[in-house]
């Protein structure tokens, strides 16, 4: 069984920073893209970024590059979403998940496993 726990949602204030750890228990992490999704209330669930295995290769939604960055450390078993220069519009439920190796990185669906999501909220 594969679990995903995220940490470290919070409440910020515009133009601070939040680091979103998720740590994997899975033996097969480096070899899985993984991926940071977000769901604001009354909003489907939305993708904001990916990281192929070896962590050489990242990709963004536009709303959040230059913003945001993903990483990951194959040894620690863990991924990591640091956001910069946070704004309102950014708060949301923010959802860690293991790709399944098929299908775009930006598609729900094409991940398999999901963590239980944090909290990440901005204040004007």
């Known amino acids: 069984q594969v679990q995903l726990v995220e940490s470290g949602g919070g409440l910020v204030q515009a133009g601070g920073s939040l680091r979103l750890s998720c740590a994997v228990s899975?033996?097969?992490?480096?070899?899985?893209?993984m991926g940071w999704f977000r769901q604001a209330p009354g909003k489907e669930r939305e993708f904001v970024a990916a990281?192929?295995?070896?962590?050489?290769?990242?990709y963004y939604t536009d709303s959040v590059k230059g913003r945001f960055t993903i990483s990951r450390d194959n040894a620690k078993n863990t991924v990591y979403l640091q956001m910069n220069s946070l704004r309102p519009e950014d708060t949301a439920v923010y959802y860690c998940?293991?790709?399944?190796?098929?299908?775009?990185?930006?598609?729900?669906?094409?991940?398999?496993?999901w963590g239980q999501g944090t909290q990440v909220t901005v204040s004007s």
């Open positions: 990281i192929v295995p070896s962590g050489d290769n990242s």
């Open positions: 998940a293991a790709h399944s190796n098929t299908g775009p990185y930006s598609y729900v669906r094409a991940y398999t496993y």
């Open positions: 899975a033996r097969t992490f480096s070899t899985r893209p």
